[in-house]
């Protein structure tokens, strides 16, 4: 079973205790509020934070994977390339495109984003992946209001379907065979 089923097994196991039960496994303080989702596959460890969720779609905030085991045959720098091209080539089918923005090789981390952004009404979205010294993946959504100074994170959606194809795509960087 892959990564991504995994995950989307657990979360249907959450939502049917919750529904069997009549409690809520949802945190309702912080910042993370919603379903805190962990799972590991072999080396691979996974969070997502899920806000809220139906029947046929979850409201994320964050996806996270690290592959600490994870050790470059080749330089970072180009470890960081090939995972950008992979997520762009395979991560096909969320609201924008993803491309490659900037490659710090300096700071070991690659910054992936929406090609063309959503605007509206004066408002941008994005999509931000950030790579991190070869092992490491962060997913966000981002908004940027014209009126406002700084951007802030906002959740998006993923149906049922596209939730454990996303997750088994972004752990897709690990299997490259170059790595």
């Known amino acids: 079973m892959s990564l991504g089923q995994k995950l989307s097994e657990k979360l249907h196991l959450m ?4 529904d069997q039960m009549h409690f809520s496994v949802r945190n309702v303080e912080g910042n993370e509020k919603g379903y805190r989702l962990s799972e590991k596959e072999g080396p691979v460890a996974a969070t997502v934070i899920i806000p809220d969720m139906d029947k046929y779609s979850l409201v994320v905030s964050s996806i996270e994977l690290e592959n600490e085991a ?5 330089p970072v720098p180009e470890v960081l390339r090939q995972q950008a091209e992979i997520i762009a ?5 969320l609201k924008e495109k993803l491309v490659l923005v900037e490659l710090d090789e300096m700071n070991a981390a690659a910054q992936i984003r929406s090609a063309t952004p959503f605007k509206q009404n004066g ?22 209001k014209s ?14 379907d596209i939730f454990p194809r996303l997750m088994d795509d972004l752990a897709e960087v690990w299997r490259s065979p170059l790595n």
């Open 15 to 18: 939502q049917r205790l919750e």
């Open 123 to 144: 408002t941008l979205q994005y999509f931000e992946v950030i790579l991190k010294d070869g092992c490491r993946v962060i997913l966000k959504r981002y908004e940027k």
């Open 89 to 93: 080539k395979k991560v096909i089918y």
């Open 147 to 160: 009126t406002e100074k700084d951007r802030h994170d906002v959740s998006f959606l993923l149906t049922e």
């Open 70 to 74: 994870f050790k470059p045959r080749i």
